[in-house]
Nanobody, 118 residues
Framework: QVQLVESGGGLVQAGGSLRLSCAAS????????MGWYRQAPGKQRELVAV???????NYGDSVKGRFTISRDNAKNTVYLQMNSLRPEDTAVYYC????????????WGQGTQVTVSS
């Protein structure tokens, strides 16, 4: 099993910044990718950003140029630097991890609330 512990959410004004962190523990071998998804009330969960062990990144269209994902492989921790925040970024942000070789296993954190006021 893998445990994901998120931190860094909160309330910020539009135009401000926040940094999310997610630390993985437990069975952390063969991690393929880590990242973040978000879900706003009444909407489907959507990709924010993911990063592979080699450092390749993929961002959701709505956050490109504003958010930056990074990863510390030694600490099994992923970070999300969020700049120029907008009210539409308000959501619960979930940490995500995929591990495994032939069989892939997905894990989710319990979520951290990000609220951007206008």
């Amino acid at each position: 099993q893998v445990q994901l512990v998120e931190s860094g959410g909160g309330l910020v004004q539009a135009g401000g910044s926040l940094r999310l962190s997610c630390a993985a523990s437990g069975m952390t071998s063969n991690i393929n990718r880590m990242g973040w998804y978000r879900q706003a009330p009444g909407k489907q969960r959507e990709l924010v950003a993911v990063i592979s062990g080699g450092g390749s990144t993929n961002y959701g269209d709505s956050v490109k140029g504003r958010f930056t994902i990074s990863r510390d492989n030694a600490k099994n921790t992923v970070y999300l630097q969020m700049n120029s925040l907008r009210p539409e970024d308000t959501a619960v942000y979930y940490c995500y991890l995929r591990r495994g070789d032939v069989t892939k296993y997905d894990y989710w954190g319990q979520g951290t609330q990000v609220t951007v006021s206008s």
